[in-house]
C-alpha cells in the first residue's frame, strides 16, 4: 500500500485471603516564504495540479455554484439523518440489531451514488464494512487509500432537549449543518464520495488505484481530530496532520476479601485500600521525555517557530534544540511551563475513568474496582507502564500482606511514525493543503505552515498498520471556524465544501506525483 489518508492490572492485609488484582538571545518569527528550509520545521510551497490543471479548474468552478452546494449539503444532511451509532457494548456482527441501521446507510449511499456503485468494485466486509475499489490505468504505481468512518457517537437521550435543532435533523440553516456525525465523520465520508463521483462524471481515470474503506466501530474506542487552526487577518494557518498515535492501555485495579458486616470493620476495607493504590498512581505520574526523533519535537518546533503566541526566547531556545542536548531539555520544560499541553503530548498520561465498590451500607464490600486509562507515549511500550505500575503496588503488596495476580488489560501500542519526508507523500499531502487554503475564497489569513503531530489516542489506523508505512490523519476543517459547538455537533457549510475541494486536489496532484 502506497499512502493512507484518514479523516481506541492489580490485586490486598486486612486478611490473607484478601488479593489484589492489576486484570535570552532574540530569534524572530518566521514567515513561510523565508522558511521553506528551516531545519527546525521544513516546507513545501502550495502544490497545484499541472498535468489536471484544467480538470481542477472546472470542478472549482463547480464546488462555487449555489446548486452544487445546496446538492452537496442535502447528501450531508441525508447521511446524518441516519442514525449509525456505535456502542462500547456492542455485541459482534450478527448478535446485536443495532447493526442493522448500517444496511439502511448503505442503501442511502447506493441511491446517493449510483454512478460510483456502477463503475467501481464495491465490496462488504464484515457484514457492514465498506470498501470501494477505483482501479488506476497503470498498476506499478503504489495505490491511495482514504478511510472515513460510518458510525457516529451516541446521543445521550437527556441532551436532547439541549439541542438547538434535533440531533438527527442535518438541518441546513443557510449557514451550519446541524446534526451528530455532520462533522465527525459523515462529512469526510461524503466528501469523498462527491469526490469520487465528480470526478467519475468528468470522465477522470487515475493513474493510480483508489481505495475509500469506511469502517463502522471507530466511534466505540474514540477519536482524536487533526485539522487546521483559526483563519485569521495577518496571522499564520497551522495545520497540523497526525503522523503517529499514543498508544492505549487500560488497567483494572481490583481488591477483594471476604466481606462481613460493617459493625465489625478490619483496619481497611476493600475501598479504603483501593483508594491508597489509586493515590500512589496518581501521586507518581510518568516523566515526560522530548526526543528529537519523536513527533512531538517537530510539531513544537513548528508551533513555537510560527505561531505569535509564543517569545522571542523560547524561538530562541528552539533553535538551540536542535543541536544541544542541555538546551532540549530547557526547551521540554518552557514549553510545558508555557502550555501543559505540551506536557500531555511528551509523556504516557494516566485517568483514573472507573471507579465503583460496596452494595449496602451496612455490608463491607467484597469487591471494589478501578480502572486506569492510559496513553502511551510514543517513546514507550506497554512494558514500561506495566512495569511503573507494578514498582508503585508492590511496596503496598508487602505493607498488606497483598498477592498481585496478573495484568488484564485492553491494549494498543503506539503507532509507528509516518515519514515526514518533503519530497514522499507527505510532501504532496502538505503542498495540497496549502493549495486548498490559499485558493479558497475564505482565505484571510498571511500564510500556511504544516506541522506534524501526534494523536493522543488510536483511531481505526490501526488496522493499516502492515499496509504501508506512509499513514497520515488528517480532516480539512479548522477547529475553531467551522465547529460552531464541537466535533461531533454542527459543521460549517462552506468547509464542507472546501473538504470536497480538498480531496479533489489530493487525488490529481497525487496521480501526477513521480515521488511515490
Not at 459523515?186 to 470522465?203: F, N, R, T
Not at 455490608?363 to 478501578?370: G, M, T
Amino acid at each position: 500500500m502506497g499512502l493512507l489518508v484518514s479523516t481506541a492490572a492489580i490485586a490486598y492485609k486486612i486478611l490473607p485471603s484478601h488479593r489484589f488484582s492489576i486484570s535570552e538571545e532574540i530569534f524572530p518569527l518566521l514567515l513561510p516564504d523565508r522558511t521553506f528550509d528551516h531545519p527546525g520545521c521544513p516546507q513545501v510551497p502550495a502544490l497545484y495540479p499541472e498535468t489536471h490543471a484544467g480538470l481542477d479548474a472546472t470542478l472549482n468552478h463547480l464546488f462555487s455554484t449555489d446548486g452544487f452546494k445546496l446538492e452537496a449539503y442535502k447528501q450531508l444532511g441525508g447521511a446524518v439523518r441516519i442514525q449509525t451509532e456505535s456502542y462500547d457494548d456492542l455485541l459482534p456482527v450478527g448478535q446485536d440489531d443495532r447493526w442493522n441501521v448500517f444496511q439502511d446507510f448503505h442503501q442511502y449511499l447506493e441511491t446517493s451514488f449510483p454512478v460510483i456503485y456502477q463503475k467501481l468494485d464495491v465490496k462488504v466486509i464484515n457484514t457492514y464494512g465498506l470498501v470501494f475499489h477505483w482501479q488506476g490505468s497503470d498498476q506499478s504505481l503504489k495505490p491511495i487509500l482514504f478511510a472515513a468512518h460510518q458510525d457516529v457517537v451516541p446521543v445521550d437521550p437527556i441532551t436532547i432537549g439541549q439541542w438547538s435543532h434535533p440531533p438527527y435533523s442535518g438541518h441546513f440553516d443557510g449557514t451550519w449543518i446541524w446534526g451528530r456525525g455532520s462533522a465527525d465523520d459523515k462529512a469526510d465520508l461524503i466528501s469523498q464520495m462527491i469526490m469520487v463521483d465528480q470526478l467519475l462524471k468528468k470522465d477522470f481515470t487515475p493513474r493510480r488505484t483508489i481505495v475509500l474503506a469506511f469502517g463502522i466501530d471507530e466511534e466505540a474506542s474514540g477519536i482524536e481530530g487533526e485539522g487546521y487552526g483559526k483563519n485569521a487577518e495577518d496571522s499564520i494557518i497551522l495545520a497540523v496532520p497526525g503522523i503517529a498515535e499514543k498508544g492505549y492501555l487500560d488497567v483494572r485495579v481490583e481488591v477483594s476479601s471476604a466481606g462481613g458486616h460493617s459493625s465489625v470493620p478490619p483496619d481497611h476495607t476493600t475501598i479504603g485500600l483501593l483508594s491508597m493504590l489509586v493515590v500512589e498512581l496518581e501521586k507518581n505520574t510518568q516523566r515526560p521525555v522530548l526526543q528529537r526523533s519523536g513527533t512531538g519535537f517537530a510539531n513544537a518546533q513548528c508551533s513555537v517557530l510560527y505561531d505569535t503566541r509564543y517569545p522571542p526566547a523560547l524561538r530562541a531556545l528552539a533553535k538551540k534544540a536542535l543541536h544541544s542536548d542541555q538546551a532540549l531539555e530547557h526547551f521540554m520544560r518552557a514549553l510545558i511551563s508555557f502550555d501543559k499541553l505540551f506536557g500531555v503530548l511528551f509523556k504516557t498520561t494516566q485517568a483514573v475513568d472507573l471507579i465503583n465498590g460496596g452494595v449496602k451500607i451496612n455490608a463491607l464490600p467484597e469487591v471494589a474496582a478501578a480502572v486506569v486509562n492510559h496513553r502511551i507515549g510514543e517513546h514507550s511500550s506497554s512494558k514500561e507502564v506495566q512495569q511503573h505500575i507494578t514498582e508503585l503496588v508492590v511496596p503496598i503488596g508487602q505493607e498488606f500482606n497483598l498477592t498481585i495476580s496478573a495484568f488484564g488489560d485492553h491494549l494498543t501500542l503506539p503507532s509507528p511514525v509516518s515519514p515526514i519526508h518533503l519530497k514522499g507523500p507527505y510532501g504532496v499531502l502538505s503542498g495540497t493543503i496549502k493549495a486548498t487554503l490559499q485558493s479558497s475564497s475564505r482565505y484571510k489569513a498571511s500564510g500556511v505552515v504544516v506541522s506534524p503531530s501526534l494523536g493522543l489516542g488510536n483511531t481505526d489506523t490501526r488496522f493499516y498498520w502492515n499496509l504501508t508505512r506512509h499513514i497520515y490523519r488528517y480532516s480539512h476543517r479548522g477547529d475553531l471556524d467551522d465547529l460552531y459547538n464541537g466535533l461531533h455537533t454542527v459543521n460549517e457549510g462552506e468547509s464542507f465544501i472546501e473538504q470536497i475541494r480538498f480531496f479533489t486536489k489530493l487525488v490529481l496532484n497525487l496521480d501526477e506525483s513521480k515521488d511515490l
